[in-house]
């Protein structure tokens, strides 16, 4: 976690919880339908399964998720830092996210492994400040 996220800005606003307490854990805020029980990250506003409008309602979603996939990019954007790993995490409720890996040795990754939710810097905007967004580490 950042230790004074004021002075930081968010990737996108709605995305997730950042923890307003000590030992409160972030979660990721995603949608479901009450039609046809359908997950989603991030959220809808429209069912993209059962096409029903009206049904969506925000949920926030598990804090932990397994491996699906990863990969480790080693040319990065400008505003990146190479090497790094992108992948794919599996929520208990359905949702496969993509995202970026962090406190690991790429070398130790392993499909199937446990992650659990961080908000975590991104990047920095032009004025310096960190851009919080989030990422998932091993437990």
């Known amino acids: 976690?950042?230790?004074?996220?004021?002075?930081?800005?968010?990737?996108?606003?709605?995305?997730?919880?950042?923890?307003?307490?000590?030992?409160?854990?972030?979660?990721?805020?995603?949608?479901?339908?009450s039609a046809c029980q359908a997950y989603f990250f991030p959220k809808r506003y429209l069912c993209p399964h059962?096409?029903?409008?009206?049904t969506m309602e925000e949920i926030r979603?598990?804090?932990?998720?397994?491996?699906?996939?990863?990969?480790?990019?080693?040319v990065a954007p400008e505003g990146f830092t190479a090497p790094y790993v992108l992948g794919?995490?599996?929520l208990p409720e359905g949702p496969r996210v993509y995202a970026l890996i962090t406190g690991i040795e790429p070398s130790a990754l392993?499909?199937?492994m446990e992650l659990e939710l961080v908000?975590?810097?991104?990047?920095?905007?032009?004025?310096?400040?960190?851009?919080?967004?989030?990422?998932?580490?091993?437990i």
Do not use: W
């Open 110 to 112: 392993r499909i199937g």
């Open 50 to 54: 059962c096409h029903k409008d009206g």
């Open 61 to 74: 979603l598990s804090n932990k998720g397994t491996l699906y996939t990863y990969c480790i990019v080693q």
């Open 119 to 138: 908000i975590e810097p991104i990047r920095q905007d032009p004025e310096g400040r960190n851009i919080l967004g989030y990422k998932f580490c091993p």
């Open 88 to 90: 794919y995490v599996d």
């Open 1 to 33: 976690m950042v230790d004074d996220p004021k002075e930081s800005v968010l990737l996108k606003e709605g995305l997730f919880t950042y923890p307003a307490l000590p030992g409160e854990a972030p979660r990721l805020l995603g949608s479901r339908c």
